[in-house]
């Protein structure tokens, strides 16, 4: 099969943009050797604004054509009635309804706890509390808030499988869950799914647990590889925690997936877990750790081995660099934001020399 691959690259705002263009430099032919066509939409709140989000719909149809796409942070204006996220819109132009956010020990940098092995957060993309119908009423002297929440069984299904696959492939456990015993309903569909998917993969390992307990527990199962299938905002508050007990959100990439009829990635949209920090903006200081990572991420699910292959380089280069001592500021160091790319850089260059000299790199 080709090695051809082309991402549509969605451009972003303030500190966000200036990471992606670093990743962008990691994944170019000149760097990885593959044919690789890059498609730009400029997502910018501006361009936004100026198309009236047409520029959004226009990004996810190219995704929907190519499979592929690269976004960097951008700006979600607070006032209603503006042009609101850009996520939103594009996980339901191209159906994406899980999203993977894995938490990685950075050698060389000292966690807050005593974790060292990989944890995976899969969770829903679409539905449960967000998008959920809220109205407030009074009754008897009081003020009352309600809302309306949904979730699907082809979602619930689609995450049940793809935590399984995941866990699979990665010789991880399969652990925690919803809180099924006080909504046996709602949540419990999700468990539902989850353990009719353990039964489709014996050889995979399965601890189910309730949401309450999986937090609790995350400590004590820190020397385990983990994935953890969560609803929606369940898992919006875990990837956060889960990431941050490895130090630093910057050894992660964010993927969003849409999914085909035999649950298998169809369209894959990667991002770094972090926004635009205009803090940083225009400093050279930001680290690109985490969309160099979602690059990367991106080559992983190309059918092509030799995509693959680069996609392991970038990630060990990545993390070697920093063992090498690139260190931006976040990390302790005063790396600066480039150099830091340069340093990854050198290093795929020469692992893909060195692979291709022992004929380990191959179509």
């Known amino acids: 099969m080709s090695n051809h691959l082309t991402i549509v690259v969605m451009e972003g705002d303030q500190t966000g943009q200036e990471l992606l263009e670093e990743a962008l430099r990691v994944l170019s032919p000149e760097v990885t050797g593959l044919p690789i066509e890059f498609l730009r939409y400029d997502l910018s709140l501006e361009n936004r604004r100026k198309t009236n989000n047409q520029v959004v719909f226009e990004a996810a149809r190219a995704m929907k054509e190519h499979r592929y796409g690269l976004k960097a942070a951008t700006i979600t204006p607070e006032t209603s009635g503006d042009v609101g996220s850009p996520n939103a819109i594009l996980r339901k132009e191209i159906n994406g309804t899980v999203i993977v956010r894995t938490g990685r020990r950075i050698p060389g940098i000292a966690p807050p706890v005593g974790v060292y092995s990989p944890i995976s957060v899969v969770r829903m993309a679409v539905d449960d509390a967000y998008g959920a119908k809220e109205w407030r009423e009074s009754a008897d002297g009081d003020e009352i808030a309600f809302r309306t929440e949904k979730i699907s069984r082809k979602v619930c299904r689609g995450v049940a499988e793809y935590a399984f696959q995941h866990a699979q492939r990665t010789n991880a456990k399969v652990f925690g869950g919803p809180k099924f015993t006080v909504s046996p309903v ?27 307990a999986t937090y609790a527990l995350l400590l004590v199962k820190a020397g385990e590889a983990l994935v953890i299938p969560a609803l929606n905002r369940d898992g919006d508050c875990l990837s956060d925690l889960v990431l941050q007990m490895f130090g630093s959100i910057a050894g992660s990439e964010s993927i969003l997936l849409a999914l085909d009829e035999q649950w298998k990635p169809q369209v894959i949209m990667a991002e770094a877990p972090h926004g635009t920090a205009p803090s940083l903006f225009g400093k050279n200081v930001a680290n690109p750790m985490a969309m160099i990572l979602a690059g990367a991420s991106l080559l992983a699910y190309h059918d092509n081995r030799q995509a693959q292959a680069v996609s392991r380089a970038i990630y060990e280069a990545t993390l070697e660099a920093v063992v090498g001592g690139a260190r931006t500021a976040d990390l302790g ?31």
């Open 333 to 363: 160091g005063g790396t600066s934001t480039t150099d830091f790319t340069d340093a990854v850089i050198q290093r795929v260059k020469t692992k893909l020399e060195v692979w291709t000299t022992l004929g380990e790199l191959t179509e």
């Open 186 to 212: 709602y949540e419990g569909m999700l468990k539902e799914e989850l353990d009719a998917a353990a039964k489709r993969y014996p050889g995979v390992a399965y601890e189910p647990q309730l949401i309450d």
